[in-house]
């Protein structure tokens, strides 16, 4: 498979509306910062999903029109002040709907560039 | 998203709290990844260049997540806005000229829209009001004939097309018992008549069907504006008795405010019915039918309906009104169809001049694009897409359209004011016009395509922009892409002002045409005195006869009058009466070939009075009186109809009503001369005169010529009037010249606005040429000069841009030449003794627009001949 060794070398793009749900996971399972967002996305991806934080910025203000997530000041664990993000219950909600249409979504690509083997 | 809009809506009112601390917190971020890098053994140095790579650039970011609470298309919808306005206040007088322009064409095109729109378009105020329809008889050559009561009873009962009907028509009654005797005007009407004309009752009750019928008591219903004008609102007016002409008829109900009907409002309704002598199926009164087609039903469905029925009783009853068939039109159409013609050409006419505007602006646009020519190339240079500059160049022009038909809405404001002022008072409905939601759309709409139309060509030609001429060249990159469009918009603009000229110059001549004839008479000095005597207290030929002898005689003595005498029917005031004739000794094949007459009534002293000339036999005299042959003066063009000459007429018989239906027979001992009956702007008809002595009538208009000014004898004939009959109310009393004029006020009121939107044109069209032929000449100073320079002299340089203004002048008339030609058919109902092709009034269209285009030139020429040529040649 010498396409996908190709495409580890340099991190994929996001398809339309990926970044939100990633950000919307990474926040499950704690309230996290920008920084603490970007980290997990990279880490959980191993570096496929590079985020550019001129991306990252305008997807937080989105997801804090649409009332999924809220910030706040808080103290970092090593003591530095930092905008923490939290879902809210609609964030919540909006989660596990996306979550499953991801699921369709990559089961359908799937089907379709994987035929029965 | 809703939400999210939502949210950027309060953000935009309330302030973005969210991002007041986004500094903080990109400040943090950074803080957060140094900490990180030195974290994962990073040296201080190397984690911080690592937290400011990863970071980027702090202000983009800052501005990438503003961006998220902004509405992009909007917000660049907006710098263009803001753009262009500073554009537009750097070049105030091409402004000013855009939107003086625009307003102009759309205000003259909203105005005149809004009174299209009031009485064209507008629905009629009645319930279901687009199936009403106006019904007559027709027979042969004579159409919409009053109804009689019979065929309505057929009609109303045996049709199978109308959901319902009512007859009506309108009368005048002497009220008296209420203060001084007053005249009143009453709708006489069927039952069914209130819930067609969707009127209800304030009190009591309407008309029912049983109203109707032979020996029902006397019964009125009032109408809103009598009863709180007259009878003071009165709320227990119900039951009690108002007397009529002499009978008491008793108040059963109380109209609502409702939509007027009759031209003249009535005061009250009275029931309908076979009363009197209806019953006949010959008696005709002038009562008329309304009717609702059932939904589908085609006027023609409905026609073939109705004479289905007349067939059937022309089987049963063989009288004279045999061959007697149905009539109907729309009720829009009755209402409408007389001032529809002038409308519509009005509206031609503002839309010609609209279409002026928008070349003219297209024009300015076009010369200013071209000055902007490096402008738009940097910006092309600097990253600007073709889209996004086509896009700006349209929000200009689009911010000017808008801007000019607001001012244009302000104008056409005035306007209406205006017209309604100075319009005669006949035009259907002008006074409900206003600007109201559908007129506003049309100036919107009108405003729009402007602006399409005018800011097409500028984005056209900027869309065809070489950059690299463009920077090197400057201004001269596009002129010739910009010389084709001028040119051609020069042409359109010469052949509009020839079409505007040329019916304009048509209409003009028809009313000095129709000032300058001579009516047949004598109009000044004469002074007016229209009567109607109630048939109530004036029962008896006699009566009528005695009243109107003792009046004349009376006024005869007054100081200052030289004559009386009286008519039924005066000059000018229209068909007030017309029936079949026949001339003894000549064969009708059929009935449609059985012509038809005017009918007046006239006494002795009438024409010489008039100074109308008796042109052969003689005048009616007092020695007229019942014998064994009634006598009858007939008008030349009777005359001449049927012999040589109007001596030849002389102690002919004719007889009234034709072969076809009963009427007296008739001497012919005198031939008078033509009138113009109809008003000054028509051709003379046929018309009878009988003698008052033999027929009197009950309405007359009393002539009186005067020796001095006939207003200031208006006290004297009132005091007469009341001397011999207090009782009797006066329908009016003026000068006779104010009875001519009133026909003419329409072609007066339709030829100005020509008149106006004409110099409009004219104006517009000048402004063009001179813009065109002025860049021209700019253009081509460098040229000029070498010329110059060569030795041309300046009478071949003017040849030479006359010949270039010449082709675009002679291009733009050949077209007006066959758009005039095209129009000429709109507007052959409105010229009256001029033909609408007059090859005269074409000359001198083509004169005046050649005679405007040499003005127009004159400047630029002039600046041709002044070229600097020292300074022109220094520039190479």
């Known amino acids: 498979m010498s396409t996908v060794d190709h495409l580890r070398e340099s991190p994929l793009e996001f398809l339309q509306g990926t970044l939100e749900v990633l950000i919307l996971r990474s926040l499950q399972i704690a309230p996290n910062h920008a920084y603490g967002i970007s980290q997990f996305i990279r880490q959980q991806s191993e570096d496929d999903f590079v985020v550019d934080n001129g991306s990252l910025y305008p997807a937080l203000q989105r997801l804090l029109q649409r009332e999924w997530i809220t910030g706040e000041w808080k103290l970092s664990p090593n003591g530095r002040r930092a905008r923490y993000y939290k879902l809210t219950a609609l964030g919540r909600k909006q989660l596990v709907k996306s979550q499953s249409e991801w699921r369709r979504f990559v089961q359908a690509m799937s089907r379709i560039l994987e035929p029965q083997r | ?876």
């Open chain 2, 1 to 876: 998203m809703m939400r999210e809009w939502w949210a950027k809506v309060r953000g935009a009112v309330l302030g973005r709290g969210d991002l007041a601390d986004l500094r903080d917190e990109i400040e943090s971020h950074f803080e957060l990844a140094r900490e990180a890098n030195e974290a994962r053994g990073m040296s201080p140095e190397q984690a911080r260049r690592e937290a400011a790579r990863e970071i980027g650039n702090k202000t983009l970011l800052k501005e990438n997540a503003r961006e998220a609470w902004k509405f992009p298309r909007w917000e660049s919808f907006w710098q263009d806005l803001r753009c262009a306005v500073r554009g537009f206040r750097k070049s105030p007088g091409f402004t000013a000229a855009v939107l003086l322009t625009l307003a102009l064409g759309i205000g003259v095109n909203t105005a005149i829209f809004s009174v299209v729109y009031a009485v064209l378009l507008r629905p009629l105020p009645y319930p279901a009001s687009e199936r009403l329809v106006w019904l007559g008889e027709s027979a042969g050559k004579a159409i919409d004939i009053a109804i009689t009561w019979l065929n309505f009873e057929h009609w109303r009962a045996e049709n199978h097309s109308f959901e319902e009907m009512a007859g009506f028509h309108t009368e005048d009654f002497t009220l008296t018992g209420r203060g001084d005797a007053v005249l009143t005007h009453a709708g006489v009407v069927t039952s069914a008549f209130f819930e067609l004309t969707g009127a209800r009752p304030l009190f009591g009750r309407l008309f029912a069907r049983a109203d109707e019928k032979s020996g029902a008591a006397d019964i009125v219903v009032l109408g809103y504006d009598f009863w709180n004008r007259r009878l003071g609102g009165d709320p227990g007016v119900v039951g009690t008795t108002l007397d009529l002409n002499g009978t008491g008829y008793q108040v059963v109900g109380v109209l609502a405010p409702s939509p007027k009907f009759f031209e003249r409002p009535f005061d009250f309704c009275l029931p309908l019915g076979p009363r009197e002598d209806r019953l006949n199926r010959g008696h005709h009164r002038s009562m008329h039918v309304l009717g609702r087609l059932r939904p589908g039903v085609t006027l023609a469905g409905a026609r073939t309906d109705l004479d289905q029925i007349m067939r059937r009783l022309d089987l049963g009853d063989p009288s004279t009104e045999k061959g007697h068939r149905s009539y109907a039109e729309y009720l829009m159409e009755t209402r409408t169809g007389e001032i529809r013609p002038t409308l519509v050409m009005l509206m031609g006419a503002v839309l010609l001049v609209l279409v002026l505007a928008c070349a003219n602006v297209s024009n300015l646009l076009l010369a200013r694009s071209t000055e902007r020519v490096r402008e738009l190339a940097i910006r092309s240079a600097i990253g600007a897409g073709r889209a996004r500059l086509a896009r700006q160049l349209f929000t200009e022009t689009l911010l000017l359209t808008f801007g000019g038909g607001a001012a244009g809405v302000g104008l056409a404001a005035v306007c209406l004011r205006l017209l309604q002022h100075v319009a005669p008072p006949d035009i259907p409905r002008l006074s409900e016009v206003s600007l109201d939601v559908p007129v506003l759309a049309f100036a919107c709409v009108a405003s729009l395509i402007s602006g399409l139309i005018a800011g097409m060509t500028p984005v056209r030609s900027a869309n065809k922009l070489d950059l690299t001429t463009a920077l090197k060249e400057g201004s001269a990159a596009s002129g010739r892409m910009r010389h084709a469009l001028g040119n051609l918009l020069v042409a359109g603009e010469v052949a509009a002002t020839v079409v505007l000229a040329f019916a304009a110059g048509l209409l003009v001549r028809s009313l000095a045409i129709a000032q300058t004839t001579y009516p047949g008479f004598e109009p000044s000095h004469v002074l007016a005195l229209e009567l109607q005597l109630p048939p109530g207290s004036y029962k008896t030929d006699n009566a009528v006869e005695t009243f109107y002898k003792s009046l004349n005689e009376r006024l005869r003595r007054e100081p200052g009058v030289e004559a009386v005498g009286s008519v039924n029917c005066p000059p000018s005031a229209g068909d007030c009466s017309d029936w079949w004739y026949s001339v003894a000794g000549r064969a009708v094949r059929s009935r449609e070939d059985v012509p038809l007459t005017l009918q007046n009534v006239a006494d002795a002293d009438y024409f010489r009075t008039m100074r109308i000339p008796i042109k052969a036999g003689r005048d009616f005299s007092s020695a007229d009186q019942a014998g064994t042959l009634r006598v009858t003066i007939v008008n030349e063009t009777l005359a001449r109809k049927w012999w040589r000459s109007p001596v030849e007429a002389i102690g002919r018989l004719i007889k009234l009503g034709g072969p076809f239906n009963e009427g007296p027979l008739l001497q012919i001992i005198g031939v008078a001369g033509d009138v113009s009956q109809m008003g000054l702007d028509t051709m003379p008809e046929p018309e009878i005169y009988s003698p008052f002595s033999l027929n009197p009538s009950r309405a007359m208009v009393v002539m009186i010529r005067t020796a001095v000014d006939p207003g200031s004898l208006a006290h004297a004939v009132r005091r007469d009037l009341a001397s011999v009959d207090h009782n009797i109310p006066i329908q009016s009393l003026k000068p006779f010249s104010k009875w001519l004029a009133a026909p003419l006020a329409k072609r007066r009121f339709t030829t100005f606005l020509l008149g106006v939107f004409a110099t409009l044109a004219f104006a517009l069209a000048g402004i063009g040429i001179y813009g065109v032929l002025n860049y021209w000449v700019k253009a081509r100073q460098r040229e000029i000069a070498v010329r110059m320079a060569l030795g041309a002299q300046n009478s071949r340089l003017v040849a030479w841009a006359g010949s270039h203004m010449g082709r675009l002048v002679a291009a733009g008339i050949v077209a007006g030449l066959a758009a005039s030609w095209a129009a000429s058919r709109w507007l052959s109902s409105l010229v009256f003794q001029v033909s609408p092709r007059s090859p005269s009034m074409l000359l001198l269209a083509l004169a005046a627009v050649v005679f405007t285009a040499s003005l127009a030139a004159a400047v630029p020429f002039w600046r041709a001949i002044h070229t600097d040529v020292v300074g022109n040649l220094h520039d190479f």
